[in-house]
Antibody, heavy 120, light 112 residues
Framework: EVQLVESGGGLVQPGGSLRLSCAAS????????MHWVRQAPGKGLEWVSR????????TYADSVKGRFTISRDNAKNMLYLQMNSLRVEDTAVYSC?????????????WGQGTLVTVSS | DIVMTQSPLSLPVTPGEPASMSCRSS???????????LDWYLQKPGQSPQLLIF???TRASGVPDRFSGSGSGTDFTLKISRVEAEDVGVYYC?????????FGQGTKLEIK
């Protein structure tokens, strides 16, 4: 079964850091682009970041550029999101998603998400 | 950034009837390779989003054929030929031709 499972969310103070993880299983992880997408409570979807198959060319939303870093470990089938200098407005459910093989920018498989709450 | 604008924001539909929603982009999503980098997603209540359509008109695996996507450039449409109760939720379009990838604000489909 194809599966993505996020972990690492929680409550953090403004200015703090968190590292999210996404464990992939049931497919060839190293052949797919991967994404992070977030959804603030009661709001719409916001694309956060994506990374290509070998970890090169990471890209980011303007709202997180310079604060968040996406990475992957193909040997461990793991995707990560290092989040620094967190702000209240970063509060959201963060989901990882797998890119379509022939259209890597499209998110075809999604995890259930992990909640990040930034509050003092 | 490319701005994605969806309409209507709310779409009440009677089961068995067709439904149609629109997505417009502030810049063309048509690549020189001939592909339109436009996706449609459905987020059912309490669930993660699911991909319905990618590259403007290609149905994702397992998506019923009552869903169809069309359009090119800056104007796109998602059509449901016969709405079923399980189709309720929020429909989002997203562009991936340019970084940052951007979503529309969503169209909420509800059953009359």
């Amino acid at each position: 079964e194809v599966q993505l499972v996020e972990s690492g969310g929680g409550l953090v103070q403004p200015g703090g850091s968190l590292r999210l993880s996404c464990a992939a299983s049931g497919f060839s992880f190293s052949t797919h682009w991967m994404h992070w997408v977030r959804q603030a409570p009661g709001k719409g979807l916001e694309w956060v970041s994506r990374i290509n198959i070998d970890g090169g060319s990471p890209t980011y939303a303007d709202s997180v550029k310079g604060r968040f870093t996406i990475s992957r470990d193909n040997a461990k089938n793991m995707l990560y999101l290092q989040m620094n200098s967190l702000r209240v407005e970063d509060t959201a459910v963060y989901s990882c998603a797998r890119g379509v093989l022939r259209a890597g920018g499209s998110c075809e498989i999604w995890g259930q998400g992990t909640l990040v709450t930034v509050s003092s | 950034d490319i701005v994605m604008t969806q309409s209507p924001l709310s779409l009440p539909v009677t089961p068995g009837e067709p439904a149609s929603m629109s997505c417009r982009s502030s810049q063309s999503l048509l690549h020189t390779n001939g592909n339109n980098y436009l996706d449609w997603y459905l987020q059912k209540p309490g669930q993660s989003p699911q991909l319905l359509i990618f590259l403007g008109s290609t149905r994702a695996s397992g998506v019923p054929d009552r869903f169809s996507g069309s359009g090119s450039g800056t104007d796109f449409t998602l059509k449901i030929s016969r709405v079923e109760a399980e189709d309720v939720g929020v429909y989002y379009c997203m562009q991936s031709i340019q970084i940052p990838q951007t979503f529309g604000q969503g169209t909420k489909l509800e059953i009359k």
